[in-house]
């Protein structure tokens, strides 16, 4: 994901000044902790602790910590008869309407360009989707950061902008004209570390 301020590149130097310096301990704490990369990195060798101001570096720190693979999403299996969930969300087709925030202030609609009219309309409904299916309880509360987490880091991969959401292109960047999926969510598939 395009994140200012990510510490992905410092990855390797973290570990080497902890090798150096033959730190100890059972606990890393993950401060300012953005899009996760450091105790996703770190939580099969440590019980991570992370904070964020930022609501959905929250929910992708959830997802990342709580996971240790892709969900399974079996009540989800059962009520689509065994479907993949992003197969299937990918598969939906919308109808924007007054409740669609992307397309009424993000896209053209909302004159301004920081997401194709198309995409906009997919980011929603899928959104949308995933809250109801939470609400009826065919999604757990780690199953849902997953999809929400999913769904954030496949916007970025659309969005005409830098990187930050401050300003957008005057035109239409290539990034943003390829039509919008969902795809799971980038983290290490590693046993997550639980010691207490």
Known sequence: MRFLGSKVKLLSTIEKVIKKHNIKGETFADLFAGTGCVGDYFKDRFKIISNDT???????NCAKLQNDSVP????????????????WLNSLSFDPNETYFFYNNYSPIGGRMFFTKENSIKIDGIRQVIEDLYNKDILSLTEYYFLIAS?????TKVSNTSGTYEAFFKFWE??????????PLEMKFSKINKKK
């Open 54 to 60: 930022l609501f959905s570096a929250y929910i992708i």
């Open 72 to 87: 399974k999403f079996n009540k989800f299996k059962v009520y689509k008869s065994g479907a993949d969930i992003f197969s």
């Open 151 to 155: 769904l954030i880091e496949s916007i």
């Open 174 to 183: 290539s990034r943003a004209e390829k039509s919008f999926k969902i795809e």
